[in-house]
């Protein structure tokens, strides 16, 4: 069975099915632990929703007046993404953002902010030049090329990272040009929407500790700010495990075609308490790794709901 078949399988048995039936809906459910009996991080006790902003940590303002910082359409991301990018790593800890991510991550990121910012790197690699060591130079020069962030190191870095930086760069044979270096994903999907977007949240606080966690990030934002047609659930499905394949293949396959069915039906729900419910489904299908980060509202405080959720049952 191909993996398109499954997914669409999986997404009409979803849909049939009623969510407080199936485990993989309810978070709270015996096979499901709570986070505050499983050890999980601590959990802010909010009584009711909270404005957007109220979440919002120092540093990420709303972009493009959308009602989500990131974007909820597929040009508003792609608008937004070169100064979330930026915003991300000014105000976190550039030299360990950047050290979490893989060379696959990093270079998918110089491709989609060179694209995204029509080839303007500058205002990145100024952060990058001002922030980072050496040795994390030179990785960020085998994907943005040598060239551009030499500029950027001779203006803007140390004179001591500038010496180190030109001496390793003499030593290592000229990279390719960051245009082919990133290869297509299995199946490129919502016009690369999705990718945009994990890599958003795996430059902030929350998505940096690993890929699971800007999964999960993920998969929740779509679930609730992006707009689809028709077999919303399948679409989403099928990028979320396309960023399984390409940036944890450890994690269970079968996620991605679990995640449709959900979609579906989260996106139908529009009490606070309920939403709250399916985005605590979606990160334990990850093993909670955004309630267990101690921030369980998440980056860009997009999962109010899910914090109100879980204090709601951990402290009722």
């Known amino acids: 069975m191909t993996k398109s078949l499954c997914l669409a399988i999986t997404l009409i048995v979803g849909a049939i099915g009623a969510p407080a039936s199936n485990s993989v809906y309810a978070a709270a459910s015996p096979g499901l632990p709570k986070p ?3 050890g999980g991080g601590p959990l802010s006790i909010n009584k009711g929703p909270l404005a957007t902003q109220e979440f919002r940590y120092a540093g990420q303002p709303v972009l493009q007046n959308s009602k989500s910082p990131l974007g909820a359409t597929s040009d508003e991301v792609h608008a937004n993404f070169a100064g979330i990018i930026e ?29 995204r910012s029509q080839g303007k790197t500058q205002p ?19 994907v943005f090329g040598p060239e551009q962030v030499a500029a950027a190191v001779s203006e803007y870095a140390s004179p001591s990272v ?25 199946t490129p999907t919502l016009d690369m929407t999705i990718p945009e977007i994990y890599l958003e949240f795996r430059t902030a606080p929350v998505g940096s500790v690993g ?16 707009a689809f047609a028709a077999s919303a659930g399948w679409a989403i499905g099928t990028g979320i495990s396309n960023l399984i394949e390409t940036y944890d293949p450890s994690l269970n396959e079968a996620i991605g075609g679990t995640v449709a069915g959900m979609v579906d039906a ?23 790794p955004v309630t267990n980060s101690g921030n369980p509202s998440g980056d860009f405080g997009e999962f109010g709901a899910m914090d109100y959720y879980w204090s709601t049952v951990c402290f009722n």
């Not at 991510?101 to 060179?114: N, P, Q």
């Open 36 to 38: 505050c009996q499983a």
């Open 211 to 226: 890929p699971a966690a800007a999964i999960a990030e993920t998969t929740m934002y779509v679930s609730k700010n992006i």
């Open 124 to 142: 990145l690699l100024k952060i990058f030049a001002q922030r980072l060591s050496d040795q994390s130079l030179v990785r960020v020069a085998k």
């Open 266 to 288: 989260s996106y139908q729900s529009w009490d606070y308490l309920q939403q709250g419910k399916y985005q605590a489904s979606f990160d334990s299908l990850f093993g909670y």
């Open 162 to 186: 500038q010496s180190s930086f030109n001496t390793e760069m003499e030593s290592i044979e000229t990279p390719q040009s960051s245009s082919n270096l990133m290869e297509p994903m299995a």
């Open 87 to 115: 915003a991300n790593f000014q105000n976190g800890s550039t030299e360990h953002l950047l050290s979490n991510l893989s060379e696959r991550e990093l270079s998918d990121l110089a491709k989609l902010y060179s694209a």
